[in-house]
């Protein structure tokens, strides 16, 4: 047999070891492909659970803006009994009108945060709070703060 049809055995042994590694290459690239499919459901499981925080971020920032609202609420009206007989009538109702302006303001705010929140998240979980009842939860916040601003303007805030 001639040297040129014979293969020698280097020739045999790189021939084997190039199939052992094509061998390595192929399990190799299935590990990676299902390392990229789980990295990629994590990535986006990752990104549904933010979405879900940011929900409930902004419910506790609405929540934050009622309890706000409610304190000047209440603030607005005690300063009425608070400061009578020791400062004039005005200042007891220009600083009961600011307190309840504000908390109007404050009730107006939280709808406006809720509903108006920017770039929209991703599709979350949770459940948003419908904002019909927003609406009508701080509307009826707003006329209790209107009718304890009349309170302040038209009832009586001094002594006798």
Known sequence: MPAETTPDRHTELAAQRTAEAAERTRETAVRTTVAAQRTEASADRRTELAANRTVLAAERTYAAWVRTGLAALASGIGAKK????????????????????????????????????????????????????????????ALVALAALLSIWFGRTGGD
């Open 82 to 141: 608070l400061l009578e007989g020791v400062v004039p009538d005005w200042m007891i109702v220009s600083t009961g009108s600011i307190l309840v302006f504000f908390s109007a303001f404050c009730f107006a705010a939280a709808v406006w945060r809720q509903l108006f929140t920017g770039s929209q998240p991703p599709q979350p979980d949770v459940k948003r709070i419908p904002p019909i009842l927003l609406v009508i939860f701080n509307g009826f916040l």
